[in-house]
């Protein structure tokens, strides 16, 4: 497994890895879950996938496995903040304006979001190693910005995996009952501190060579 991370300005860089990941989320977040956002047959897309998020993937013989999206909560893209700062404004219907104590917008924090790992991940040590790249791969983007925090909406079981795994996760809010899904979330907070070994780090995707058609 090896962990890449990027923007969009960079993405190019990785091949279709940041396509495939767009992928990954439709099968997972709306084939399996069921949520009602933006999708086409392939992908699922939002309002967040926007030059200012960061992306974290893991890559295995050259396919992405896993990944999450990463922002600053002081972005700020058209209408748009971040996705629980808009849900506190009540711009997201299917999230509760309660699920946060407070507003936050400040560098020092970022948002945390679409995390997923591939049905194809089938042990659990493998899905260990998967979530820790991703999770370190955000952290990493987040303290090279000057962040000291990370914070996600997420299902409550996703903070005792990562707390086995070295990472200081707590809840800050109250959880809530996704009756779409039937999981239960909650705002989990972590600080951006590389609290667990060196995730092997890819520089490239290997891309196809392009075959041009033959000059007249």
Known sequence: MENVTFNLAQAHVFGSAFY???????RFFVDTLGWDIPHDDQVEMD???????WYSLVLQDG???GGARAMATTTQWGSHS??????LRGKL????K?????????PDVWECTRLVISDDVKTHAARSTCLSMIVQGLIDVAADAGATQLMSLSPLALMRALRQLGFGAERI?????????GRRYAVLSMPAEKSVPFAPR???RPQPTPVHAPSV
């Not at 809010?173 to 899904?181: A, Q, S, T």
């Open 20 to 26: 495939d990941f767009l992928a990954l989320r439709k």
């Open 47 to 53: 309002q967040y996938d926007n030059p200012k998020a």
């Open 63 to 65: 396919e992405v496995i």
């Open 82 to 87: 971040y996705m629980l700062r808009d849900a």
């Open 93 to 96: 219907i299917d999230i509760p």
């Open 98 to 106: 309660s699920v946060m104590v407070a507003d936050v917008a400040t």
């Open 173 to 181: 809010g109250e959880p809530y009952l996704n009756e779409g899904d």
């Open 202 to 204: 890819a520089t490239h």
